[in-house]
């Protein structure tokens, strides 16, 4: 089976615009979750979908949000970017998202806001 | 809500030597607990977890970790470390609400030869 899939693996951005990221889940995972990896602040949760709906997400302004697809695929999309957004931003599934399932990550996409 | 710590920021051991990252937890319910390991530029691997059962638990690469309730821990132990082991290293605490994780700051680990 194939990973988790993140796409792009780097970004450069410059302030004010916006940015979407794309996450391919391990066939069959249905849950996917993101999260925000900076130096600072470590690995904070950004939010959860599963089949399709937001089931969770952590303290994050509107400007962070996501959607998930049929086929279990999501994107995060950030508008308005500042300085502080970037970071190293991780995507994770698993198959039915109980709270003591393994999460499987991607590696990752690097976002550079100029 | 819930929150981990993890008091060692940076950790160096000699190769072969034992090792213990430390992992305190706070959640007022049995948690859910994890080890995962993080290698530069690449994305986490779970190493183990725990959430109920036998309070000592064997994970992947040698690495295992037990739960002490009274002490609210859940500390990563391994008995000899090898140069491959040099990453970082997060605990990680869920909730019964889904997938909403909470990560230690993480402790990163340096193998001297």
Redesign the interface.
Known sequence: KAG?TQTPRYLIKTRGQQVTLSCSPISGHR?V?W?QQTPGQ????LF?Y?SETQ??K?NFPGRFSGRQFSNSRSEMNVSTLELGDSALY?C?S?SS???????F????TQLSVL | AQSVTQPDIHITVSEGASLELRCNYSYGATPYLFWYVQSPGQGLQLLLKYFSGDTLVQGIKGFEAEFKRSQSSFNLRKPSVHWSDAAEYFCAVGADNGQNFVFGPGTRLSVLP
Not at chain 1, 97 to 103: R, Y
């Open positions: 988790v849950s979750s999260y470590g690995l904070q949760f959860e599963f089931r969770n952590g991780l994770a698993s998202g109980n709270p003591n399932e393994k999460l990550f991607g590696s990752g």
